[in-house]
């Protein structure tokens, strides 16, 4: 969960670029490296790309309130109350989460009409946890983490231009794509965690639904990106959804996510740009409930997933004009949330940070 290393490179990598030289690349050709699907390619041509992302998370909050973990355990009912051994109320609670998330990406375009897309990635996911004693009151049992990893989810597809087409550019242009993908189920959504029970126990049960590594689902991945140019400037916009097909093995589905985005861009020379951002996104709550989840805490809830959340996110994209990296992208963009509606309790979030590196060839 180290990022120095990749941020020193996109550092190193700056200082390689001065003073651009003549080639026919500008470092913002590509949207803020945490848009994906943005740009086709022309026939014949292969891109390269690894993005690693990370995300923070603390405290817990209903709606748009934070609440306190006290308040969470002795005031929330556990939907498990009735099962042997379930207390009337939550009596584990989460405290912070951090997840990485590596992808692998390739596009080939066969024609200048499609490029196909292809990703992989790579989760790892940690939650720390608070277990209060007995059925009721506010004595601390003691501490646990949970931390799952695994291969993730893997998307096909193949992103189709409509107006415009990547690496023509012009100081005043516009570009249009669409986005038809699948995301297939390879992920585990059968991950185990160890915990610490108000009884202190410490058995090993299915880890809740946002601590799994896949959806389980075949999902549909649509996407519609429009970019422009003006001088210096830039700006685009982006519609990608998640649209889950059915339950998984398990019994349930998580829910659909619709998320847009639009940005800005200030290209400060050839070889750097400069953006800022604004995300919403709407999640659905997880439909349908895993018989090996159960627990007296919120993660095993399917009603306390999903909700809305709108970030501001400041990136920097830079490409290598010169010498032996000419043509390499580094990107890097770091946000936050500014507003959160959350079917809670569930974990609020702090901020993201997203990394990467692409190569066309």
Not at 282 to 287: D, E, L, N, S
């Amino acid at each position: 969960m180290k990022n120095t290393a990749f941020a020193g490179a996109i550092v190193a990598a700056c200082a390689m670029t001065l003073p651009a030289h003549a080639h026919d690349v500008r470092a913002d050709d590509h949207a803020p490296i945490g848009v994906m699907a943005d740009h086709a390619h022309k026939k014949g041509e292969v891109m390269l790309s690894v993005r690693h992302m990370h995300m923070e998370m603390s405290g817990n909050q209903i709606g748009t309130d934070g609440i306190s973990t006290e308040d969470v355990v002795t005031s929330i009912p556990n939907r498990f109350f009735g099962v042997p051994g379930q207390p009337p109320t939550l009596r584990i609670a989460p405290t912070s989460m951090r997840a990485d998330m590596t992808m692998v990406g390739a596009m080939y375009a066969p024609t200048d009409w499609v490029t196909f897309v292809a990703m992989g990635s790579y989760v790892q996911k940690e939650m720390d946890h608070q277990t209060f004693a007995g059925g009721m009151g506010t004595n601390i049992r003691g501490a646990f983490r949970s931390s799952p990893e695994g291969f993730g989810d893997v998307t096909l597809g193949g992103i189709f231009p409509l107006l415009g087409h990547a690496e023509q550019m012009a100081d005043h242009a516009q570009e249009l794509n669409v986005r038809a993908s699948i995301s297939l189920p390879t992920g585990s959504t059968s991950e185990t965690a160890q915990i610490l029970t108000p009884m202190g126990g410490m058995p090993t049960v299915r880890a809740p639904y946002m601590m799994q590594i896949g959806s389980g689902t075949w999902d549909l991945k649509p996407a519609a990106t429009f970019k422009g140019w003006a001088g210096k400037l830039g700006y685009g916009a982006q519609y990608a959804g998640t649209i889950r097909l059915g339950s998984n093995d398990s019994g349930y589905s998580f829910g659909d996510i619709h998320e847009v985005t639009g940005w800005i861009s200030y290209r400060a020379a050839q070889w750097l740009s400069l953006s800022g951002r604004v995300k919403g996104k709407t999640t659905g709550q997880v439909q349908g409930i895993d018989p090996m989840i159960i627990g007296p805490v919120q993660t095993a809830n399917p009603d306390f997933q999903g909700g809305e959340r709108i970030d501001l996110i400041a990136g920097i994209n830079t490409v290598v004009t010169h010498g032996a990296l000419a043509g390499h992208r580094f990107g890097i963009e770091f946000g936050a949330p500014v507003y959160q509606d959350l079917n809670g309790p569930q974990m609020t979030g702090d901020w993201m940070l997203t990394l990467g590196w692409q190569k066309a060839f």
